[in-house]
């Protein structure tokens, strides 16, 4: 969780990442908030991989794009196991994994030290979140790119989403 179960008594939406409702609710079920005296349904999304995008260029490339590549896979964010996870199913090399702590202010030293890791790659692989990051930094001199992702709900799960957020 990303946030103390207090946290529940502020929110309108509860959204979970990569539940199954058939056994998410098993497991989840609806949250009951004590002091509305109302249930929220999670609302099950996941991140659908949608494009490669060269950080240095803008160019867009399709996901195959990583298929037997080398890479070095850079992120710092919650779950990195994730990203890994994410960049092999779409066929990636993962040589090296480089991982920060979620939320990480990259410096000019670890940029030294990514070129250098980099050597004998094909590419570095970063989240999108990190490629806003790193474009501040001089990264010429890299073949370096963001995963670009999308967040998939189901249809039901959609509605109740932008209804709530009309709502707000």
């Known amino acids: 969780l990303r946030e103390p179960l207090s946290g529940l008594r502020r929110a309108s939406l509860v959204m979970l990442k990569n539940g199954e409702r058939g056994v998410g609710c098993g497991k989840w079920g609806n949250f009951f908030l004590p002091s509305t005296s109302h249930l929220l349904p999670p609302i099950f999304f996941s991140y659908k991989p949608q494009a490669m995008i060269n950080l240095i260029t803008g160019e867009r490339l399709n996901v195959d794009f990583l298929k037997g590549k080398g890479i070095i896979a850079l992120s710092g964010i919650a779950d990195p196991g994730s990203f890994k996870d994410t960049l092999e199913g779409l066929g990636a090399v993962i040589v090296k994994e480089i991982s920060y702590p979620d939320h990480y202010c990259y410096t000019s030293d670890d940029l030294h030290y990514l070129i250098d890791e980099a050597k004998g790659t094909n590419i570095v ?15 010429k001199s890299l073949a370096i790119y963001a995963l670009e992702i999308d967040v998939e709900m189901r249809d039901t799960d959609s509605e109740i989403f932008f209804a709530k957020v009309a709502g707000l």
Do not use: A, N, Q, Y
């Open 125 to 139: 692989v970063v989240t999108e979140k990190d490629g806003v990051k790193l474009k501040r930094l001089s990264i």
